[in-house]
């Protein structure tokens, strides 16, 4: 089963797809792992994206099942194999921006406010996070760039809309893949 998961950034991703991947037993992928470097400060240099493309397209056509969490509507044509299912996260904007102000304190404390560069690229982040709802022209991973790619799709689709905890989306998940609504390629 080739599962790939998508949403705005905070919109509990990574955390779904670890979760289903436990559950499934399969090996999850986060797009964040190809997308940027291992830098001492994550998320703040990007991987070269033919170097990129081709890693995740190898790891990916190699492997029988996975599930693979990121937005990847911008990547580039035959990277990624056929998905067996395809789940679409939504949060309303107030509740995922409180998500991810909450996260980025996490991932850095004190520094996103009393650093100067630190708080001037963490209101930049936040820019760019709240303009997926708006589609004002900061970011090209917007609402309206998801549902496009997604109406592009012959792919089973779950959408998930709200703020659902963890073990309700899992069930609605889980629950399709036993009825048989999913065709393994």
């Given at each position: ?92 904007p107030d509740v995922r921006l409180a998500r991810l102000r909450k996260r980025e ?45 997604l109406s592009e799709m012959n792919t089973p689709l779950i959408e998930i809309s ?24």
């Amino acid at each position: 089963m080739r599962i790939h998961i998508l949403g705005a950034s905070g919109s509990g991703v990574t955390t779904l797809g670890k979760a289903l991947s436990e559950k499934l037993n399969i090996e999850y992928f986060d797009s964040d792992d190809f997308f940027w470097l291992p830098t001492p400060i994550p998320f703040t240099e990007r991987q070269n994206p033919e170097t990129r493309n081709s890693i995740i397209s190898n790891k990916l056509h190699t492997a029988r099942n996975w599930i693979f969490g990121g937005s990847i509507i911008h990547w580039g044509e035959n990277i990624f194999p056929a998905f067996d299912l395809i789940i679409f996260l939504y949060l309303p904007p107030d509740v995922r921006l409180a998500r991810l102000r909450k996260r980025e304190h996490e991932r850095y404390g004190e520094e996103i406010i009393t650093h100067p560069e630190r708080a001037k690229k963490f209101m930049e982040f936040m820019d760019w996070a709240k303009d997926y709802d708006h589609h004002t022209g900061i970011a090209n991973r917007t609402l309206k760039a998801h549902l496009e790619w997604l109406s592009e799709m012959n792919t089973p689709l779950i959408e998930i809309s709200g703020n659902y905890e963890l073990p309700q989306k899992m069930e609605t998940i889980l629950n399709t893949i036993k009825q048989g609504n999913v065709q393994v390629k």
